[in-house]
C-alpha cells in the first residue's frame, strides 16, 4: 500500500494535487489524523498538523493546507488535506456551515480565519482544481451518541451540498480503543468487535454515509514509533480515500469535455501480505434448509470470475451507431440502484469505489438522488462501453419521486444528464436539458428494475404499478428489461454463505414474487448482494454481479443491433 501510494498520480493533468477536506466536531481528531497519515507515510513520529487535546473549543481557528512531503526536499505527494475549525453545537461557534460548503465549491483561500458569526462572501468563479475533491467527516467512535442534533444537522446540510456536487464522502471514525476495551487490548481484533460494528451503524444511519465508506481508525497520539496494526488500518483508509478522489477528479474532467463536446468482514493488511478474513457472524438468524440441488448452476470459481472479467473488458458494441450502450436503473426509493453501479464498478475495478453517491441514513422517506445521472466505468485509462443512467426513486403519491412520464421520456431519450427532476411536473420541450430528436445512441438500450428483496411485499401497490406502466412503453419499445433483486443477505440466512443462493427456497419464492408483481420472467431476475461493508473484493459477491452484468450488457446490445437492421 505504500508502494502505491508513493507511485500515484492523478488520473488528469487539469488537477496536480487532489484536496481533501476534513470536518467534523470539536475534539474529533481531524488534525491527529492528518498526522497520523503523514507519520505512516514518512515511517516516523510527525506533528504537521498541531493537535489539540485538551477538552473545549476548536484548536483550528484557520483555513489549512497540508502537504506530505515525499522523498526529498520540495517533492509532495499529489494530495493535500485541508483542516478546518471545528463543529459546535451553538450558532455563535465553531465553523460556520456556509463556510464549509464554500470552501467545498472553491471559494475559500488558505489562511483564511473562521468567524462563526459571518460566512465569507464569493469570491470570482474558482476551476476545479480550486474546489474539494473528497470530504471526510472524522467522528470519535466513543462518543457517537454524544455528538448533539445541532452538529449532527450542520454535518448533514454540507453533505446536502456534496451530494449536488457529486463529491464522495468517507468517515473516519476515530477513538476505537476508546469504544472498544477489545480492540484497546489488541487493535487486531477491530473486525470481530460487536461494539465497533454497532459504532460504525450509528455513523451510517446519522450521515447516511454507506457502510464500506467508513473506516474506524487509531490516531498516534501517546506513540512515538510506528505501529503495524495502526499503520494498516489508517493506510487502508486512506488508499480508499484517494481512489474515491481521483475518480470523481477523472470524472468530473470528463464530464466537462462531453459538454464542451453476507458475512461481517474485512481484510486485515488490505492489499498487504495478509490473506486472513475475520468473520463475526449474525447471530439473528436461525438456519433454513436448503434444497438438495441449486435450481441454477453456477461455477464459484476464480476462473469463471475471471473469464466474465474478460468478456466484459473485451466487449465492443456490435454497432457502429452505437458507441456505449445505455442502462436506465430505476425502483423504488432504497432499493439500492446507486449502490448497484459502486457495486458494479467494484468489481470491474477491482477496488472499493463510491463514484454514484448512495444514502444509508435510517427512515429514508424521500430519494437521494435528486438529478438525472450518467456514471461511466474507467478501464485502463478510458472507459467501458456502457454507461449506467441513475434517476430519483419511485415514492406513492402523486407529488413525489419521479414522475412516471419522466422516466418514459428518458427511455426515449429527450432527457439529458444533469436533469433536475420536479415530483410535481414532468420536464417540458422548452426546458434546456430537454432533446428533441433523439437517436438510436441518446435513447436507453436496457431497463433494469432495482428491488430490495427483503422489502417486496412491503413496497406500495401504487409504486408497482408506476413500475409496470413503465415496463409497459418499454415493450412497446422493444426494450429489454431485467431485474436486480437486492439485500439477498437480509431474505435468507442460508445466504450468508452466498455460494448457497441458488439452493434456498426464500430467494426463488422472493424472485418469484419480483416475476409475479412485474410480469418480468424468472430468466431476467438477478438476485445480487451489493457491496455495503466491504472494502476489499469478494469472489461470491463479485460472480452474482458479473453474472447479471454480462447478461444485462447481452440484452442492451442484441436491442441496438436489431434497432440497426430494423432501420
Same mark, same amino acid.
Given at each position: 500500500m505504500l508502494r502505491k501510494l508513493k507511485g500515484f498520480q492523478p488520473g488528469t493533468t487539469e488537477v496536480h494535487e487532489l484536496k481533501i477536506l476534513l470536518h467534523g466536531p470539536v475534539g474529533a481528531g481531524k488534525s491527529s489524523f492528518i498526522n497520523s497519515v503523514n507519520t505512516v507515510l514518512q515511517g516516523h513520529n510527525t506533528s504537521t498538523a498541531l493537535a489539540n487535546s485538551a477538552a473545549g473549543k476548536s484548536f483550528t481557528k484557520e483555513f489549512n493546507?497540508?502537504?506530505?512531503?515525499?522523498?526529498?526536499?520540495? %517533492?509532495?505527494?499529489?494530495?493535500?488535506?485541508?483542516?478546518?475549525?471545528?463543529l459546535e453545537a451553538e450558532a455563535s461557534s465553531g465553523v460556520h456551515s456556509d463556510d464549509i460548503i464554500k470552501i467545498l465549491q472553491g471559494h475559500v483561500k488558505g489562511g483564511y480565519s473562521f468567524n462563526p458569526f459571518k460566512p465569507i462572501a464569493n469570491p470570482s468563479n474558482p476551476s476545479l482544481k480550486d474546489k474539494v475533491h473528497c470530504l471526510v467527516s472524522v467522528l470519535p467512535g466513543d462518543k457517537i451518541s454524544l455528538i448533539t442534533d445541532e452538529v449532527i444537522q450542520k454535518m448533514k446540510a454540507v453533505r446536502e451540498q456534496v451530494r449536488e456536487l457529486g463529491i464522495p464522502q468517507v468517515i473516519i471514525m476515530s477513538h476505537v480503543d476508546r469504544a472498544c476495551l477489545l480492540v484497546k487490548e489488541n487493535l487486531r481484533k477491530i473486525y470481530t468487535s460487536r461494539k465497533i460494528k454497532e459504532k460504525m451503524e450509528e455513523c451510517s444511519h446519522k450521515l447516511g454515509v454507506p457502510m464500506n465508506c467508513i473506516f474506524p481508525v487509531l490516531n498516534y497520539h501517546e506513540q512515538i514509533t510506528n505501529d503495524l496494526n495502526m499503520d494498516l488500518l489508517i493506510l487502508m483508509a486512506i488508499t480508499d480515500i484517494i481512489q474515491f478522489t481521483n475518480e470523481y477528479v477523472e470524472d468530473q474532467v470528463y464530464n466537462t469535455n462531453q459538454y464542451a463536446e453476507g458475512q461481517w468482514y474485512r481484510w486485515i493488511g488490505l492489499r498487504s501480505n495478509s490473506q486472513c478474513p475475520i468473520p463475526i457472524e449474525n447471530l439473528t438468524l436461525s438456519?433454513?434448509?436448503?434444497?438438495?440441488?441449486?435450481?441454477?448452476?453456477?461455477?464459484?470459481?476464480?476462473?469463471?470470475? %475471471?473469464?466474465?472479467?474478460?468478456?466484459?473488458?473485451?466487449?465492443?458494441?456490435?454497432?457502429?451507431? @452505437? %458507441? /456505449?450502450?445505455n442502462i436506465l436503473l430505476h425502483g423504488p426509493i432504497g432499493a439500492g440502484k446507486s449502490s448497484f453501479i459502486n457495486s458494479v464498478k467494484t468489481v470491474l475495478q477491482g477496488h472499493n469505489t463510491t463514484s454514484a453517491l448512495a444514502d444509508s441514513a435510517a427512515g429514508k422517506s424521500h430519494s437521494f438522488t435528486l438529478k438525472l445521472k450518467i456514471h461511466r466505468v474507467n478501464k485502463d485509462g478510458t472507459f467501458y462501453p456502457f454507461i449506467f443512467t441513475d434517476m430519483m426513486g419511485l415514492e406513492s403519491g402523486e407529488s413525489s419521486g419521479v414522475q412516471t412520464e419522466d422516466i418514459i421520456k428518458i427511455l426515449l431519450g429527450h432527457i439529458k444528464d444533469g436533469y433536475t427532476f420536479n415530483p @410535481?411536473? %414532468?420536464?417540458?420541450?422548452?426546458?434546456? /436539458?430537454?432533446?428533441?430528436?433523439?437517436?438510436?445512441?441518446?435513447? @436507453?438500450?436496457?431497463? @433494469?428494475s432495482v428491488l430490495p428483496g427483503d422489502k417486496l411485499s412491503l413496497i406500495p401497490d401504487e409504486v408497482i404499478q408506476r413500475m409496470r406502466d413503465v415496463r409497459k412503453k418499454a415493450c412497446q419499445l422493444e426494450i429489454p428489461q431485467v431485474v436486480i433483486m437486492t439485500m439477498v443477505d437480509k431474505v435468507c440466512p442460508l445466504v450468508k454463505n452466498l455460494s448457497k443462493i441458488y439452493k434456498s427456497k426464500k430467494i426463488k419464492e422472493k424472485m418469484e414474487e419480483c416475476s409475479h408483481r412485474l410480469g418480468v420472467p424468472m430468466n431476467c431476475i438477478f438476485p445480487v448482494q451489493n457491496y455495503h461493508e466491504q472494502i476489499t473484493n469478494d469472489l461470491n459477491m463479485d460472480?452474482?454481479?458479473?453474472?447479471?452484468?454480462?447478461?444485462?450488457i447481452q440484452f442492451a446490445n442484441n436491442y441496438v443491433e436489431e434497432q440497426v437492421y430494423t432501420e
Open positions: 493546507y497540508h502537504r506530505l512531503k515525499k522523498d526529498g526536499p520540495g %517533492s509532495f505527494y499529489p494530495f493535500v488535506f485541508i483542516d478546518i475549525m471545528g438456519p433454513e434448509p436448503e434444497l438438495d440441488n441449486p435450481w441454477r448452476p453456477v461455477t464459484w470459481s476464480e476462473d469463471n470470475k %475471471s473469464n466474465m472479467l474478460r468478456k466484459l473488458h473485451e466487449f465492443k458494441p456490435g454497432s457502429a451507431e @452505437v %458507441s /456505449k450502450l @410535481v411536473r %414532468s420536464i417540458t420541450e422548452d426546458d434546456p /436539458k430537454y432533446l428533441s430528436n433523439p437517436s438510436l445512441k441518446e435513447k @436507453v438500450h436496457c431497463l @433494469v460472480l452474482l454481479i458479473l453474472m447479471a452484468m454480462t447478461n444485462i
